[in-house]
């Protein structure tokens, strides 16, 4: 929900943040277009950058301590920020360590990059993540939306996860316990943030072949997705077994986008890529607005054709207040 900050208001969290925060940056009015791999969006009305959690949990108690609802943001990717911004406290979750936990295990503060992660556990010959090289986003990101890559998810890597409750209790939970699915986990509907994750890895793995695992990643990713564009990556889910996709057509969202005859249109700023159909990137002059309007037409366009209806992967953050009454 969307609420009306005065001047004064902000100005005494500004204030309030500034003063208990021990290395998290504090400003007002910042774009967050810049802050997004889409590129489109309006801007943070507050924004709070940290990188470790003591930071981010003084920052949500100062937020219900003046009652504003907080947007968290990780690496940008797989968002869409609506044109007239967020309100309230967008809390950037960005950098942060890594460390050994035990022998077999590996936390990763929730603002570390995958690929930061992944080159972590790749000069140490820690096995478990090396085919995620290239993912976009950070590892908070990635477990709120149970990233998936060639048919796995990341959930399957995962022991535990720390999270800040609404609270303000801080938790560990177990991976059983997070209520992870197919682009699914429990912090999309419970309020919570995710903090630190601990990730299972195998030890003794030579670091060469681990890279050559990642290269090949990496490859596969820059020849089969529009990673030189500005995009949010895969914007619906693949339909699942009991959706009706007609015979010939694998069950790709891309697919059925394509053969709705889709592949290559544009919107405005907007265009549905022509290399990965379940990509829409942002061209010069790209409003958010072109985009989620996109989206809308090949979801329905696909539905209209084959009787299956896309669910989007895409998370919409900000205030869409104009148009959120024809979206849920």
């Not at 406290?89 to 936990?101: D, K, Q, T, Y």
């Not at 601990?198 to 089969?224: C, H, I, N, W, Y």
């Not at 693949?238 to 969202?253: L, Q, T, Y």
């Amino acid at each position: 929900m969307e609420v009306d900050v005065t001047r004064e208001q902000r100005a005494a969290v500004v204030a309030a943040l500034r003063k208990s925060l021990t290395a998290g940056q504090v400003e007002v009015d910042v774009p967050l277009a810049r802050l997004t791999t889409m590129r489109v969006g309006g801007p943070a009305e507050v924004l709070v950058t940290v990188a470790t959690a003591a930071d981010a949990v003084a920052t949500a108690a100062i937020a219900r301590a003046h009652d504003l609802p907080i947007t968290v943001l990780g690496g940008g990717s797989n968002v869409l920020v609506a044109d007239r911004g967020a309100r309230g406290i967008v809390l950037r979750m960005h950098g942060g360590e890594v460390r050994a936990e035990g022998d077999d295990g590996v936390r990763a503060d929730a603002g570390v990059t995958i690929n930061g992660l992944v080159r972590w556990m790749v000069g140490r010959g820690l096995a478990g993540l090396e085919s995620w090289a290239g993912t976009p986003g950070t590892v908070g990101g990635a477990i709120c939306g149970n990233a998936h890559f060639q048919g796995r998810l990341i959930s399957e890597h995962v022991r535990e996860v720390r999270l800040l409750q609404p609270s303000g209790a801080v938790v560990d939970v177990p991976a059983a316990d997070m209520a992870f699915g197919y682009d699914r986990s429990r912090l999309q509907h419970s309020g919570e943030v995710a903090l630190s994750v601990v990730f299972d890895v195998a030890p003794g793995a030579a670091p060469e072949q681990l890279r050559l695992v990642a290269r090949e990643s990496l490859a596969f990713r820059k020849r089969t997705q529009p990673l030189h564009q500005a995009s949010a990556g895969c914007i619906f889910q693949n339909p699942g077994p009991e959706a009706p996709v007609p015979d010939g057509v694998p069950r790709s969202a891309g697919a059925l986008i394509d053969k709705a005859g889709l592949k290559g249109e544009q919107a405005g700023g907007a265009q549905v890529s022509p290399l990965h159909a379940n990509f829409i990137v942002a061209r010069p002059g790209a409003t958010a607005a072109d985009i989620r309007g996109l989206v809308e037409r090949c979801r329905d366009a696909v539905h209209a054709g084959t009787g299956v209806r896309l669910e989007e992967e895409i998370v919409y953050l900000g205030d869409w207040a104009d148009s959120s009454e024809r979206h849920r």
